[in-house]
């Protein structure tokens, strides 16, 4: 193990590193009580790519088993398990993508994201200007099909629905590849009990708590922040695509026309969602500019960071919509907002969006093991 811990760098590849140190930390076992990364890496012996992608979305990045390390840097075998399971998550993203020709995207997220932002909001001014009289655009508009008043409905509906389900099946198709990458032939396929404890654990973030003491964020531990603004910005999306999803009834089933009233349903779940998630990207934003550099990928900062912007705009450009529909502001701020969620909905599959779906995999995986090692023994 020696030998192996002290290997001179050279140039490891993401997989190679993280094998290094799980090799090192099995032997250890100094953190198996921190989360569920240790348990579940002291069920191999040997680390195949994907067992170690496996074990990178189990990972939460809390950096507690950093601190706690006595192997970590200055130290010679320069254990660093939070930036390395980062890094491979990372690499991991673009090797399961869908297509695959769009994985070399990952390298350039935040450059791809900003771009893509800025000409779907270029587009969409345009567009309206093109279409409509100045006087249309920047005129008040107010009362049942309002919006539709610069974009047909039929129109928005098909280039919103096109981007949305050519999103989600790029991120079921790399869930797919993501999920034959971490299973055995012999492990059995998920199960319904499994499924059911991934979705508890991932819905209360369980292991985003460092075994009970805390992120660490610079120079002391914090316990609930990182998890706040996770639920915040998680919870937040659920209550907008609630939102949208009552909407879509609405129109179709009561032949209703948006906007709808400040006290209907689909208003009270974007405008409480929209808050919640201004609120918590906020926070994400700050803890991730606040953690110590040494559990950072500086490398894909720009991707983590465009996703949680991306986010945040999405929220924002709607509440500001929402609060000024039936001024004379509308007419931009709606094609700014909706160049901002078309652009979110083309890069979600190619960015940190996928970090969601592959740990929700990995918290499958982990629970059907936990459970047949805990009936073993």
Known sequence: MNEIAAAPAGIRSPTEEAARLMTICNACRYCEGLCAVFPAMELRREFASGDLDYLAHLCHSCGACHVDCQFAPPHEFGVNVPKAMAVLRADSYRRHAWPGAAGGLFA?????????????????????????????????????????????????????????????????????????????????????????????????????????????EGEGRAPDRRRLHHHLSLYG?????????????????????????????????????????????????????????????????????AFIVMLHLTATTGLALLALRATPAMGL??????????????????????????????????????????SAS
């Open 108 to 216: 350039r997220n935040g450059t791809v994201v900003a771009l893509a932002a800025a000409l779907a909001v270029a587009v969409f001014v345009a567009g309206f200007v093109a279409w409509h009289d100045p006087a249309v655009l920047f005129g008040a508009h107010s009362g049942p099909g309002a919006f539709y008043r610069l974009m047909p409905h039929n129109t928005m509906v098909a280039l919103f629905g096109g981007a949305f389900l050519f999103a989600l099946a790029a991120i079921a198709l790399g869930m797919l590849r993501f999920w034959r990458a971490i299973e055995t032939p012999d492990a059995g396929g998920a199960d319904g009990r499994a499924a059911l404890d991934a979705l508890r654990d991932a819905g209360i973030l369980r292991y985003l708590d460092g075994g009970g003491a805390g992120c660490y």
């Open 237 to 305: 999306f659920l209550a907008c695509f609630a939102s949208t999803s009552v909407a879509t009834l609405y129109h179709y089933v009561w032949g209703l026309e948006a906007p709808y009233a400040w006290t209907s349903l689909p208003v009270l779940l974007g405008t409480g969602g929209g808050i919640a998630i201004a609120i918590g990207t906020v926070g994400l934003l700050r803890a991730k500019f606040a953690r110590d550099p040494e559990l950072v990928d500086g490398d894909r900062l720009g991707m983590d960071t």
């Open 333 to 374: 701020l709606l094609a700014v907002h909706l160049g901002v969620v078309f652009a979110f909905f083309l890069t979600m599959p190619f960015g940190r969006f996928m970090h969601g779906p592959y740990r929700l995999l990995a918290l499958v995986k982990y629970a059907r093991e936990r459970r047949r090692f805990l």
